[in-house]
């Protein structure tokens, strides 16, 4: 199975921007389609971005759609989700996911196996 790490999150000012990186070990990561979830406090964990494992289909949340954007690099087993004019609303502990499904860009949370454990957003008004 493959082990997933998230890093890069940390406390921004509104308008600023982070990458959050999502490191793979265990299984080469190309074997997998990765997805962006985030949970904000009080919610419900939502959906924001995947990536087919050749990354030629793109998805996104309507809410983060010419903001975010999410790549990977296979040679690196790294994936990665730029976040650009970051929201207060963006706050949120940020996760990514791997996926058996590898030739979609799944946005529902049952499609994803292997889960990392996430990395905080916090953007200030």
């Known amino acids: 199975q493959v082990q997933l790490v998230e890093s890069g999150g940390g406390l921004v000012q509104a308008g600023g921007s982070l990458r959050l990186s999502c490191a793979a070990s265990g299984r080469t990561l190309s074997g997998y389609a990765v997805g962006w979830f985030r949970q904000a406090p009080g919610k419900a964990r939502e959906f924001v971005a995947a990536?087919?494992?050749?990354?030629?289909?793109?998805r996104y949340t309507d809410s983060v759609k010419g903001r975010f954007t999410i790549s990977r690099d296979n040679t690196k087993n790294t994936a990665y989700l730029q976040m650009n004019n970051l929201k207060p609303e963006d706050t949120a502990v940020y996760y990514c996911?791997?996926?058996?499904?590898?030739?979609?860009?799944?946005?529902?949370?049952?499609?994803?196996?292997?889960w990392g454990q996430g990395t905080q957003v916090t953007v200030s008004s």
């Open positions: 990536i087919s494992w050749s990354s030629n289909s793109k």
């Open positions: 996911a791997a996926s058996l499904l590898k030739y979609s860009a799944g946005t529902m949370e049952s499609e994803y196996n292997y």
